[in-house]
């Protein structure tokens, strides 16, 4: 699961949708990328949290 969403949200599409937009002086690209990193580890720690004992 986790690896389809990190495929479909960082495929080139979805990456050349924030293209050229600027957002608080950095380039939308690198805040979309670091939100989708951000989440995609979030996930990670709770899933391997959740099946821990």
Partial sequence: MLFFLGWVLLNW?????????ILLGMPAILIYISAVWMILILL???FDRGNSS
Avoid: Q, R, T
């Avoid at 599409?13 to 050229?20: D, I, V």
């Fill in 44 to 46: 990670m720690y709770l």
């Fill in 13 to 21: 599409p979805m990456l050349s949708l924030a293209e050229g937009i």
